[in-house]
């Protein structure tokens, strides 16, 4: 079987495992929990776009994904809006706040970038917490209406849009667009060199990264019907680097599995109690020393390349 | 005014404590230590445990601490770091992991509440009109002098000449035979020791609890651009610079807007001057 096949066959087995899997894994909880893994796959796929690619790590997704949460609640609830407008417009929002941090941060190199993005996402949450009559302060907008009835709708709509998110990442990344991406990843000197102007193709892989992240907010704000302050946190940022880091970075849909899997493994978890926390870093230290690479998308290498 | 004189002068000497630490690691190794702020929360815990639990006399709690993580510094260095080094993401990744497990152990060995750590001078004086803890006084008294004896220590010996070789070219300082991973591991035990020495002196009159590291860990973060990454020099005039900002808003406007000063000049800076005041301009 040749690896384009395999990797066909892979993502057909996978998103059929995810659309039978509520039907078998019965109850509201459990629907609740599978539809926020596929929601941190949005998360973790569309940050590894950007930076999985391009080498330039953002430590500030939380900015997207609030930024995108905060939209979707104040059009819901301030303006009255229909649910179904969240989306486009937490998409947009997030595009804008990502233009206005990537064209400064993004022309110069090292870890400038990574630091103006985590402080960038940590202004934001400041002021949400400044201006708390507007924003609702620590406790955050509330009482946001859902997209779907049912439970089971919206888990299929998180599940169609994580898996056409992907796909159209994937697609990016495959074209020559990708390739310069990559190129900027591995070696960003040659690559201007050659001629191509990269800042402006990292700031539009920055904002083609920001709009599903935008949408991810939304989508979670509809799901936990409110969007608070601590979705801006650094620990969001962190656990989406996280996500993508065991996913294997660079990969796009390893991200979005290795999302998918940490939601799982924090759930099994849970009977730790108190320990669950230290138990979860723990294991991110194990990961990160003796897999650098990450864990699902080069085990799926190895796998798709046996029968070659 | 003399307000704001004296409270900017003690938290410009922290943040200048825990920049130059974050600073020197950045600048000699190339390591982006995102676990920083562990070590400031672990020499506050340190000296909090040591303390109540064993009944060492203050110093001796301090001291203890304060070397134990620098030890602590370097073990991560040679253990987690070092194989690591080289694989783009894995070191600040390996860092965050180890900063949300300390913060976790910290966690589950002492709870979330608020602890309180003995003061070394209990009194408090006045100065110009205006009553300020002994505590604080000796915050700034202490951190300028360790931040003296690391000058000279940089400036003036045999260690410190290779500290700022490898600063400079790590192959050259290489060929010359400096022993390149022994000086990293020495640079990272400054680090966690200047870390923790802001912990113990911070811990009796700011909050301590698990989370506490991040917040200064951002300022460090601020602190090191402003002033230009890798410079001593310049994370030591930014420190007093965002110190004084940030007292100066606290009094004047609220203070639920001072730590907007730090992360908007951090914005600023990397718009006009991306090398900050004193870095080395590299693109």
């Given at each position: 079987?040749?690896r ?5 066959a ?7 495992v995810?659309?039978v899997l ?6 509201r909880?459990?629907?609740?929990v599978?539809t926020l893994?596929l ?8 940050w590894?776009f950007m930076s999985?690619?391009?080498?330039r790590e ?8 609030g930024?995108?949460?905060y ?8 303006w ?6 969240s989306?486009p417009?937490a998409?947009c ?7 206005v ?12 970038f ?9 202004i ?6 400044i201006?708390?009559e507007?924003?609702?302060?620590e406790?955050g907008l ?5 997209l779907?009835?049912?439970p089971l ?5 998180c599940l169609?849009s994580?898996?056409a998110i ?6 990016i ?7 310069i991406?990559r190129a900027i ?15 402006l193709y990292k700031?539009?892989?920055?904002a ?8 991810g907010?939304?989508?979670?704000a ?7 302050p601590?979705?801006l946190s650094?620990f969001v940022?962190?656990?989406v ?6 996913g294997?970075i ?10 998918i ?11 730790a109690g108190?320990?669950?926390?230290l ?5 991110l ?9 990450g ?6 290498h190895a796998?798709?390349?046996v029968?070659? | 005014?003399?307000?704001i004189?004296?409270y ?7 943040y200048?404590?825990l920049?130059?630490?974050f ?10 230590n ?13 000296t909090?445990?040591?303390t109540?639990?064993?009944?060492l006399?203050l110093?001796?709690?301090a001291?203890?601490?304060?070397l134990?993580v620098a ?8 253990v987690l770091i ?10 600040p990744?390996?860092?965050?992991a180890?900063a949300?497990v300390?913060?976790?152990?910290l ?12 003061s ?5 004086v006045?100065?110009?009109?205006v ?18 004896c ?9 260690q410190g ?7 400079q ?7 010359v035979?400096?022993?390149v991973?022994?000086?990293?591991a020495?640079v990272?035990?400054i680090?966690?020791?200047l870390?923790?020495t ?11 609890q ?5 917040m ?11 002033g230009?990454?890798?410079s001593?020099r310049?994370?030591i005039?930014?420190a007093?610079?965002l110190?004084y900002?940030?007292?100066?808003i606290?009094?004047?406007v609220?203070?639920?807007w ?9 914005f ?6 991306p ?8 693109r």
């Amino acid at each position: 079987m040749s690896r384009a096949r395999a990797n066909i066959a892979g993502a057909i087995g996978f998103t059929t495992v995810m659309v039978v899997l509520p039907l078998i894994v019965r109850g509201r909880y459990f629907i609740g929990v599978f539809t926020l893994g596929l929601i941190y796959g949005i998360w973790a796929a569309s940050w590894d776009f950007m930076s999985g690619l391009t080498g330039r790590e953002n430590f500030g997704h939380a900015l997207f994904i609030g930024a995108g949460a905060y939209t979707a609640a104040f059009l819901n609830t301030v303006w009255m809006a229909n649910p179904w407008w969240s989306l486009p417009a937490a998409a947009c929002v997030a595009v804008a706040f990502s233009l206005v941090v990537g064209i400064p941060t993004l022309r110069l190199s090292g870890p400038y970038f990574a630091l103006a993005t985590l402080a960038a996402a940590a202004i934001l949450q400041r002021l949400a917490l400044i201006f708390w009559e507007r924003t609702g302060g620590e406790d955050g907008l509330q009482g946001i209406a859902p997209l779907l009835g049912s439970p089971l709708g919206l888990y299929y709509l998180c599940l169609f849009s994580l898996v056409a998110i992907v796909a159209i990442l994937l697609a990016i990344s495959a074209s020559p667009w990708g390739l310069i991406l990559r190129a900027i990843g591995a070696d960003e000197l040659a690559c201007r060199a050659s001629g191509h102007n990269t800042t402006l193709y990292k700031v539009v892989a920055f904002a083609i990264g920001a709009a599903p992240a935008g949408l991810g907010g939304a989508l979670y704000a509809h799901h936990q019907l409110q969007a608070g302050p601590q979705l801006l946190s650094v620990f969001v940022s962190v656990s989406v680097i996280t996500m993508a880091y065991v996913g294997g970075i660079g990969s796009v849909y390893g991200a979005a599995i290795g999302a998918i899997l940490l939601t799982f493994l924090t759930e099994l978890l849970r009977g730790a109690g108190e320990w669950r926390l230290l138990v979860y870093s723990a294991v991110l230290v194990l990961v990160v020393f003796f897999r650098p690479h990450g864990l699902v998308a080069p085990l799926w290498h190895a796998l798709s390349g046996v029968g070659e | 005014m003399n307000e704001i004189l004296i409270y900017g002068a003690v938290i410009s000497s922290v943040y200048a404590l825990l920049a130059v630490g974050f600073t020197l690691v950045f600048g000699v190794a190339r390591t982006l230590n995102l676990a920083h702020g562990s070590f400031y929360a672990l020499g506050a815990y340190g000296t909090f445990l040591m303390t109540t639990s064993l009944r060492l006399p203050l110093t001796v709690a301090a001291t203890l601490a304060v070397l134990i993580v620098a030890a602590l510094g370097v073990v991560m260095e040679r253990v987690l770091i070092r194989p690591l080094r080289g694989t783009g993401l894995a070191v600040p990744m390996v860092t965050l992991a180890v900063a949300l497990v300390i913060e976790q152990a910290l966690f589950l060995g002492f709870g979330s509440e608020y602890r309180n750590v003995p003061s070394f001078i209990a009194a408090s004086v006045g100065v110009g009109g205006v009553d300020v803890s002994g505590q604080r006084l000796f915050t700034v008294a202490v951190s300028w002098s360790v931040l003296s004896c690391l000058w000279v220590f940089v400036h003036r010996t045999r260690q410190g000449s290779a500290i700022l070789a490898l600063s400079q070219d790590r192959e050259a300082a290489q060929y010359v035979g400096i022993p390149v991973d022994r000086v990293y591991a020495l640079v990272m035990g400054i680090s966690a020791a200047l870390a923790a020495t802001a912990g113990v002196l911070t811990a009796p009159f700011l909050t301590v609890q698990p989370g506490m590291g991040l917040m200064p860990m951002i300022k460090a973060f601020s602190i090191v651009i402003v002033g230009g990454l890798g410079s001593v020099r310049g994370s030591i005039v930014a420190a007093l610079l965002l110190g004084y900002a940030e007292t100066l808003i606290a009094y004047k406007v609220s203070t639920s807007w001072t730590e907007l000063v730090s992360l908007a000049a951090v914005f600023t800076t990397l718009v006009l001057r991306p090398a900050g005041l004193f870095g080395i301009r590299t693109r």
